[in-house]
């Protein structure tokens, strides 16, 4: 599922679909459930998205081709009027009931659906047996959060056969909800479980008989979370299955800039280099990152970086991304660049002078997310002093406490943010 605006996720969604954001240097967001699929031998996908999916078309086009022999596919169905529609889908469950005409096509037994702007790695395979095991109608991912997360979630209760019995969508705090609190007795056996994690929440990731979920979807509710599960729950078997592992929302800037820069720790909790469940993504046969002269620590750098004389601390140094002499970085998620430039004075369409793509000479730059082909002139300093209030400025944004430059930004030389 990729079809929200990804309003939240914004300036970073203002020419792109959420699950088209690049992530981790080289990748995309979409890079994360499809990975998992695939490591699984699920291998026919479909991707829902509306907003934006001209780069997320591109992208999936471009990367999961599979072989004659695989018989699996990534199609992207965006929203599309027919004689029997003619909107937006109005929500998850409308969209999967929208195109349920494409999926009948593949006379599934079961559906999986997966949120496309979350970080994990997850056994789906063991997710789908479990769920054939139990007997369920359908089962849904969860993992313990504390109160305060519960905000955000829908929070559920289970018995000793991890039926779901009770569900409550997204409870204010104001709500008291401690009738829902996991039962003492049974928090040790919790996978995941820590002090605080009382509240058992769902993950937004189903397994879904095919049969349960047509019924399911014979009405006219528009959302899996508020509407379609606390239903099935009350007129079907629902089973929870727990989640052993990392797992991150990252639908905003703050998840997103903290779970990027957490990517580089010595010892990350979600980590790139397990072979095992490699991330997958576009093939570019880029040239490997050349160094002239600079320090880097607990940082990673990509495919076709050039990075001079500079000291780098707590980054992300995503694919093409030029940095020049003198300058440094610390926080800094850098997404890099789409290509390379020609030689010589960068200019406009109409004849004005730029900086080149990359950043220059003597750049001092904190907190910050840099997103694709920004210009950054020579002597910028970018939240080195501080970071200015929240809010839409000529050049830049600022999101819950990070200055996030946009795709194409142009920061002349000397400016300071």
């Known amino acids: 599922m990729g079809g929200g605006k990804g309003t939240r996720l914004y300036p970073l969604t203002a020419e792109r679909s959420k699950p088209a954001v690049p992530f981790g240097g080289k990748y995309r967001l979409v890079d994360i459930p499809l990975s998992n699929s695939i490591a699984a031998d699920f291998k026919k996908i479909y991707v829902l998205t509306q907003f934006n999916s001209a780069s997320l078309h591109l992208h999936i086009g471009n990367t999961y081709i599979f072989d004659s022999f695989t018989n699996g596919f990534v199609e992207i169905l965006a929203a599309e009027q027919t004689f029997t529609h003619s909107g937006w889908y109005e929500g998850t469950a409308d969209a999967v009931r929208k195109n349920l005409v494409h999926f009948r096509t593949q006379k599934p037994k079961h559906y999986m659906i ?6 994990y790695r997850m056994d789906l395979r ?3 047996e479990r769920h ?6 359908a089962s849904v991912a969860v993992l313990p959060v504390d109160r305060e997360a519960a905000t955000g979630f829908g929070i559920l209760t289970v018995d000793e056969n991890l039926r779901i019995g009770q569900f409550t969508e997204k409870p204010p705090m104001e709500v008291d909800i401690s009738g829902l609190k996991i039962p003492e007795a049974a928090r040790d056996e919790l996978p995941n479980y820590k002090p605080g994690r009382d509240y058992l929440a769902s993950m937004g990731i189903y397994v879904f008989n095919a049969e349960a979920l047509e019924r399911a979807l014979d ?3 528009t959302d899996f979370g508020k509407e379609v599960i606390p239903m099935m729950i009350d007129q079907m078997h629902v089973n929870a299955y727990m989640f052993d592992g990392f797992w991150e929302d990252i639908g905003t800037i703050d998840s997103f800039y903290h779970t ?4 580089a720790e010595i010892y990350p909790e979600f980590n790139l280099f397990d072979e095992n469940m490699p991330i997958y993504t576009h093939r570019r046969d880029l040239p490997p990152g050349k160094f002239n002269s600079a320090t880097l620590s607990q940082s990673i750098a990509s495919d076709g970086c050039i990075i001079t004389g500079s000291t780098i601390n707590r980054s992300i140094i995503g694919i093409r991304t030029i940095i020049d002499e ?6 800094v998620v850098c997404m890099g660049a789409d290509y390379y430039e020609e030689p010589g004075p960068a200019r406009t369409e109409d004849g004005k002078a730029v900086p ?16 694709k082909n920004a210009r950054i002139g020579n002597d910028c300093t970018i939240g080195w002093d501080g970071i200015p209030p929240e809010g839409d400025y000529e050049r830049y944004f600022v999101r819950d406490g990070v200055i996030v430059v946009p795709k194409n930004a142009v920061i002349p030389n000397g400016t300071v943010i």
């Open 114 to 119: 997966l949120s496309g702007d979350q970080l």
């Open 126 to 128: 063991d997710f789908y």
């Open 356 to 371: 080149k793509i990359g950043i220059g000479k003597n750049c001092r730059i904190r907190g910050a997310i840099i997103d």
């Open 260 to 263: 990027s820069l957490a990517l």
């Open 132 to 137: 054939v095991a139990s007997g369920a109608d």
């Open 326 to 331: 003198g300058t440094e970085l610390d926080g």
């Open 219 to 221: 009405n006219s509710y």
